[in-house]
Each structure stands twice: as C-alpha cells, then as structure tokens.
C-alpha cells in the first residue's frame, strides 16, 4: 500500500479544520497553566497540588494517542475528531463548578482528552498527502500547539475584566468564564467539521488486522523517535505549563506579564514547526535533529545555573567574592525563545521520521509516539516542582531538560554510528589508516 497522494481542496478543507480544532483543542488541554494561578488562590492549593492538576490533564491527553490513532486510520478523521470535539466540550463546561481540589482533579483528567487529537490530525493529513508534502503538512497541523498561547493572551484580561461578574444561566465571571468560552466554541468546530471536511474520508488501516497495525511498534526506532518526542514535545508541553509560575516567582511580575513572556516561548514553539517539516524535506530530518538537540542542549546548559558567585576565603580570614552570576530577566526570556525555536523545529523533524519508515502505519506509530511524548508532559511538571523542593534551586526545571537533551543526542549518535559502521565498515577502517600515517617518507612525498 502506498500513500495516498492530495487530492485539491480535500486536503486542504482536512489540513485546515483539523489544524483549527487542534489549536483550540490544545488551548482547552494547557488552560489551566494560566487559570491555575487563580485557582491556586482561590482553592489555597501548594505548588505541588498545583502541579497534579495539570499533569493529570496532560496525562489524559497521552494516554489515548495510540488508540486514538491506530482508530482514526479505520474509520476516517473525520468522525474521531468530531466526536473528540463534542466528548470535550462537557468536562470544559463543568471546569467552572469546581469548588474543591479532588473535583479539579477529576475535570482536569477529562478535559485533558483534548490532548489526543494530536494523532488524530497527524494519521488524517498523512491519509491525504502525498510523501513530498507530508513533512510540510504535518508541521502546519501541528502549529497548532500555538493554542497553549490562546489562554495565555485571553485570560488574563478576561479574569480581570469579569471577576465577580454573573452571566446568563448563572454562568460566574473571572477564571471560571474562560472553560465556558472553550465549551461553547469546541461545539461550534464540532459542527463546522461535520460540514466542511469530505464525508468520503481516507482510511489507509481500514481492513488491515489490528495485529499489523502494531507490528512496527517490536521496532526499538519507534521508541527512540518515542524519547525524542519527550525531549521536543514533553518538555514543551511541561514548560508551556509551568513557566506562567516561573515569571511570577522568579522574577516579581505580574500574571498578564507572565502570559506574554510565556508566548514568547509559545509562538515560536508552535509556529516554527511547519519551517521544521520544509527544512526535513529539504535536508533530511536526522541533520534537522542534531541541530535541534544542540540548541537545546547550550540553553538549558545555560538556564539550569543557579543565581550565585565564588567566595573565597583568604588566610587572615577575609572573604571576596568572584564570578558573581544572575541571570536577569531579559536574557532569561531570550535563551527561553531559543529554546522555543528549537523546539518547534524538532517537533516537526521527529515526525517525518514516521512516514518515510512506516507509511503504511502512521496512526498507530504516530499514536504511540505522540502517546509517550505526551506522557512526558505528564510527568516533568510534578518532577519540576519536586527538584525544585528537594535542591532550593528554581533553575533546577532546566537541569531535568538538560539532562533529558543529553541523553537523546547520546542516543542519537550511537545509533547513527553503528549504523555507519554496520553499512559500511571499510569506510570505519578507511578513516582509521588516515589517521595514523602508515607511508614510508618516499610515498609521502608523491
């Protein structure tokens, strides 16, 4: 089976709606980055409470890409991201009723469903592009993680514009009136979905057995494409969370300040990943990939040093101090941005990996990578604000990125050094002889 090639407007009206649900679909998954500072307040919740909240979205969001995917590969993206359109719009609703930390927790979970989309739009495109667009398409789909700036830019003034308001139907003001907006808005998508996109929709894993379509995941290239997605996705999704928090903390502003120099990280995370895909098609997404790792590897290296300065103590008992380090707010907010650039990049060369090695099973391998990428997220905001308990160090979220970055460049490399090696040894010893000059002195002058 080959891909299937685009077909005109078809691809277009599919790449199109499912890129706009995605965007709001991500909005609703990473709201409570924002929202959750004012629950923190009003709820009294403590830094780690705060933090499960959005990991159990987060971690909803994941757990179901794999499934997600290898089902939209049989019955056609049309009718799994209107039904994940629909599925969502009620929790979101309910987010607003809150009033208790374990009600939070359970509506986090089901509003984090939204998050499954993603394996969804990237098995529907793949149906619907042929292989030498596939890496541009997939990248404008997932720009659509600019939605976790959505929030970032409305909610601020929306919270400060309504608190203590009350609306049609007892609908309450201030942080509780963004979930509503979200509900209402992921019914209309629901709708417009069910009528813009072709109903006769492409479904590559229609009649394939279940079996098959989970062979590829026996691959360990699978889950190595599964940690890069930890690194570029994961981390970003965790970061997009935590660092509205970060600003506040750290640096004494306010949250409208925040939100806005958290899209700064946002933006180009999100928006940079179509460039990503072109720049794969271009010039392949392995060389895309060391490039990315190593932009993230020198900022966090940078980010993850504390605040501090050298004290030393001399023999009558003075003390100077040397190499004094802070890291202000201005080049904080930059080395951020590179890292954002980075990240959107990545993101989008991790996944035209899955094309070309699997075309005939991108839903289920897409799923499972999108699946553990997402868990991830789950998983680095809790372990965030538990280093930052255990070491005093704030900077200590950028070591865990740190050492997750070092980690996939070190497998990585490996990997692309057996390969070499494997392929084509003569060129292994070829390289050895260079480098110890074994000719007589008469040779070497000829």
Not at 33 to 39: K, P
Not at 118 to 142: C, K, T
Request: some cysteine.
């Amino acid at each position: 089976m080959t891909v299937a090639r685009d077909s005109g407007s078809g691809a277009t009206r599919v790449l199109v709606m499912s890129s706009i649900s995605f965007t709001v679909m991500f909005a609703v998954w990473l709201m409570f980055g924002i929202l959750g500072i004012e629950i923190q307040k009003e709820l009294k919740l403590t830094d780690v409470e705060l933090s499960w909240v959005s990991a159990v979205a987060v971690l909803n969001g994941s757990m179901w890409r794999l499934p997600a995917g290898i089902i939209t590969d049989r019955i056609g993206g049309r009718k799994v991201t209107i039904f994940m359109l629909a599925a969502t719009a009620v929790p979101a609703y309910f987010v607003a009723t809150a009033t208790s930390y374990g009600w939070l927790l359970v509506l986090a979970f089901l509003v984090g469903f939204a998050g499954n989309l993603f394996s969804v739009g990237i098995a529907w495109n793949a149906a619907w592009f042929g292989r030498e667009r596939q890496g541009f398409a997939l990248g404008v789909f997932g720009a659509g993680n600019v939605g976790a700036s959505v929030t970032k830019f409305i909610g601020p003034p929306l919270i400060a514009g309504t608190a203590g308001a009350t609306f049609a139907f007892g609908i309450q003001g201030g942080w509780r009136l963004v979930p509503v907006i979200y509900s209402a808005l992921l019914l209309v998508l629901a709708v417009a979905t069910w009528l813009i996109v072709p109903r006769h929709d492409r479904m590559p894993g229609q009649s394939k057995p279940i079996a098959d379509m989970l062979e590829p995941l026996k691959h360990v290239r699978v889950w190595r494409f599964s940690l890069y997605y930890v690194a570029v996705f994961g981390a970003y999704v965790a970061l997009a969370a935590w660092l509205p928090k970060y600003y506040v903390d750290n640096f004494a502003v306010d949250l409208w300040t925040a939100a806005l120099l958290t899209a700064t990280f946002i933006f180009p995370a999100s928006l940079l990943r179509p460039l990503g895909g072109w720049f794969s098609d271009q010039w392949g997404a392995r060389r895309v990939m060391y490039v990315t790792f190593a932009i993230m590897t020198l900022t966090s290296g940078v980010l993850m040093m504390p605040n501090g300065h050298i004290v030393i103590v001399h023999p009558d008992g003075s003390q100077t101090q040397h190499l004094a380090y802070q890291l202000s707010l201005i080049p904080f907010a930059i080395l951020v941005f590179l890292l954002g650039c980075a990240m959107g990049i990545g993101k989008a060369a991790v996944f035209k990996h899955i094309p070309e090695y699997f075309p005939d099973n991108v839903g289920s391998v897409g799923g499972l990578v999108g699946m553990l990428g997402g868990l991830g997220g789950f998983v680095l905001p809790p372990l965030f604000a538990y280093t930052k308990l255990w070491s005093g160090f704030p900077s200590s979220t950028f070591f865990v990125l740190f050492v997750l970055t070092v980690i996939c460049t070190a497998w990585m490399h490996t990997t692309i050094v057996r390969m070499l090696q494997e392929r084509s040894p003569a060129l292994g010893d070829h390289f050895e002889r260079d480098h110890i000059d074994t000719r007589t002195p008469q040779e070497a002058l000829t």
